[in-house]
């Protein structure tokens, strides 16, 4: 258990919370919720545990108790709060809040009123070192937190007493339980999965245009931006029943793109898109392996059209393509061309072996995909600004050329590489 150590500034004064004071003396213009930050404690802690109202004005010179940080909590009831709302907000279920506070079914709430919060049970004897706590942020859910700390749902539901999933509120600190390892030396340590929220928005003018990634929902969206899903219907009213990868979302009155939750662990699929046909593949798993089913699947979707490819797509094309999906997150990846078979084909293109594929993103200039084309090692990169697409494939060296033709023209190449050396001859001719 880490030792967390702080000072903050209150009224001209620095509080150290580390020192874990038992008593504050209240100064003028301070108000309980800043006391209650300050100290590293909640506010409704601190008010029940003075006897006061979260919002009551305090006198100056008056001394409050301090309650240690890690034991019960409370909740003080506002003016028209109900045990459902409270249950809601401090995250745990009704008929658990009304056991702890033996409260029947009908009992009313009154303001003022204090109330101890369920809390998870210890870990058990030995546990205690496999276990680290996360606090819940705007936009997470419980099925995220769980696949980015690699466990189970239930697992950790349960190991935070929590029976309604979607009780759970910003703020909440949940214990992680460490997954169960079958080597000798015990519980592996937890190190949480990169990328499991993602920022795929950008501004435009007084709004933010959101891309949808794979796995969000509107409800994920509004939940991160502070909106209601009414609110971001009634601006985006062709929007389907639900949203998919690929649609964008205009969010109003918000400047800053925030992040929001992804799918699979930070590798979420993307949206592809050929002919009219749209397809989310995930091309890659937790541990960042090409999966070959999103191989398959995007080979299949690649091929010459009415055919079925006898080569799947490389591998390496496959990261390549994540890479480059990565920095336009939540654009739909238009294909123009995978493996293409070697009839009528230049001899030695790269189609043939299935190392290349030719596309376009969404929104993204094909200038902008060129010149991050260009940073990837060992990668051929063709930027064709008389038509649709940029090609990217695999080589063993990096290079790079711009294409002057338009389509059904002649190539007329203007070959160069990254680093301003001229192309291999023939590069060019054998993408």
């Not at 045990?83 to 409260?103: I, P, W």
């Not at 759970?168 to 992680?176: A, C, D, K, N, S």
């Amino acid at each position: 258990m880490l030792a967390l150590a702080f000072a903050t500034l209150v009224s001209g004064a620095a509080i150290d919370a580390s020192a874990e004071p038992r008593t504050h003396v209240v100064k003028r213009g301070e108000t309980l919720g800043e006391i209650a930050e300050a100290l590293g404690v909640r506010t409704d802690d601190l008010a029940a545990a003075n006897e006061l109202r979260p919002d009551q004005p305090l006198s100056v010179g008056a001394t409050l108790k301090v309650p240690r940080r890690g034991g019960p909590r409370f909740h003080v009831v506002r003016a028209g709060e109900t045990a459902v709302q409270v249950a809601e907000t401090e995250g745990c279920s009704v008929s658990e809040l009304r056991h702890y506070n033996k409260l029947g079914r009908s009992a009313r709430l009154a303001a003022g009123q204090v109330l101890e919060i369920p809390q998870p049970p210890p870990p058990v004897r030995g546990e205690r070192e496999r276990r680290r706590a996360h606090v819940v942020a705007p936009g997470e859910s419980l099925n995220e937190i769980a696949h980015r700390y690699g466990v189970g749902t239930k697992v950790l539901m349960r190991a935070n007493n929590v029976r309604d999933p979607e009780a759970v509120r910003p703020g909440r600190e949940l214990v992680i339980p460490a997954p169960r390892s079958t080597s000798r030396g015990g519980g592996a340590v937890v190190v949480p999965l990169k990328q499991a929220r993602r920022v795929s928005g950008e501004r435009k003018g007084r709004d933010v245009l959101h891309h949808v990634m794979d796995g969000q929902t509107l409800q994920l969206i509004a939940r991160a931006y502070g909106k209601s899903i009414k609110t971001l219907r009634a601006e985006n009213p062709r929007l389907g029943a639900r949203v998919v990868a690929g649609d964008t979302v205009r969010v109003p009155g918000v400047r800053t793109p925030v992040p929001v939750s992804v799918a699979n662990c930070g590798y979420p699929g993307l949206r592809f898109e050929r002919a009219g046909k749209a397809q989310t593949i995930r091309l890659l798993d937790c541990k960042g392996r090409v999966s070959p089913r999103g191989r398959k699947q995007l080979s299949l979707l690649a091929a010459p059209r009415g055919e079925s490819p006898t080569r799947f797509l490389d591998r390496g094309l496959l990261r390549r393509i994540q890479v480059i999906a990565d920095e336009f997150p939540g654009r739909t990846i238009r294909v123009v061309s995978g493996y293409r078979p070697p009839v009528g084909e230049r001899e030695g293109s790269r189609h043939n072996y299935g190392r290349a594929l030719d596309f376009s993103i969404e929104g993204v200039g094909n200038q902008a995909v060129f010149s991050l084309c260009k940073r990837l090692p060992d990668t051929g990169c063709g930027f064709y600004p008389n038509s649709t697409f940029v090609h990217v494939d695999v080589r063993d060296e990096g290079v790079s050329w711009v294409d002057l033709s338009g389509p059904g023209e002649p190539p007329d190449y203007t070959p160069h590489r990254p680093d301003g050396e001229p192309a291999m001859p023939g590069d060019p001719a054998t993408e």
